[in-house]
């Protein structure tokens, strides 16, 4: 089996195809700026880290947009962070359009800081150790606990048009969306590469996954 990790010049790629290896020995992890590479590779992962302008440029300029959405309608796909920004129609950030495979914009969490219940302000970015809740059953959450807490760094969170997409939420001064799913997609809005040992299950579910 070939996992291609997508290499557009803004990815945590390192951690991402390090961590890969270590819960699948058996696979040949391939990072990549090739689309021929891409389009070749049994599974898909598609990370970023950065600006939503500044990737989507970066993206096209290695002409991986075509092998990316390629990926996105047959294979078993993973967004991670901007990876899953991307693949929403707009973002707030620089006024971006994305990819389009998910109706929706990725919105910013509010400049001043979101309110806390005990009250104050909560900093942006979100960045530290937060509970995911689970919506639903699905392959990738097999062996992960409900609420388990998962590592983020992030401005901007994706806001679904389709309910049915949103496989988890987080709450971080308001509840946002921080994993979607549908057919043979999955993102995330944290990082499990960082996430230690339930990050690391959620990739190995990753590379048994049949969807």
């Not at 992962?45 to 990737?55: I, L």
């Not at 970066?58 to 693949?87: H, T, Y």
Request: charged share 20%; with cysteine.
């Amino acid at each position: 089996m070939k996992v291609a990790v997508i290499d557009y010049g803004m990815g945590n790629l390192r951690s991402v195809s390090k961590a890969l290896e270590h819960v699948a020995p058996q696979v040949e992890v391939l990072v990549t700026s090739d689309a021929k590479v891409v389009a070749t590779a049994d599974r898909v992962v598609f990370p970023g880290q950065g600006a939503m302008p500044d990737c989507m440029r970066e993206m096209d300029s290695r002409n991986l947009r075509p092998a990316v959405l390629a990926a996105a309608r047959d294979r078993p796909f993973l967004g991670i962070c901007i990876g899953l920004q991307m693949l929403f129609d707009s973002s707030e950030e620089g006024d971006t359009q994305g990819l389009g495979i998910f109706p929706g914009q990725v919105r910013r969490f509010p400049a001043s800081g979101s309110a806390q219940d005990a009250g104050g302000r909560l900093k942006v970015p979100h960045m530290g150790w937060n509970q995911v809740r689970q919506r639903g059953p699905h392959r990738l959450w097999a062996g992960i606990e409900d609420a388990t807490r998962f590592y983020f760094v992030h401005s901007y969170y994706a806001s679904p048009s389709a309910g049915s997409l949103i496989a988890a939420e987080t709450d971080y001064g308001m509840c946002f969306t921080c994993a979607v799913a549908r057919d043979n997609i999955f993102a995330v809005q944290f990082h499990p590469e960082k996430s230690q040992t339930s990050g690391l299950r959620l990739l190995a579910n990753f590379i048994s996954w049949n969807p």
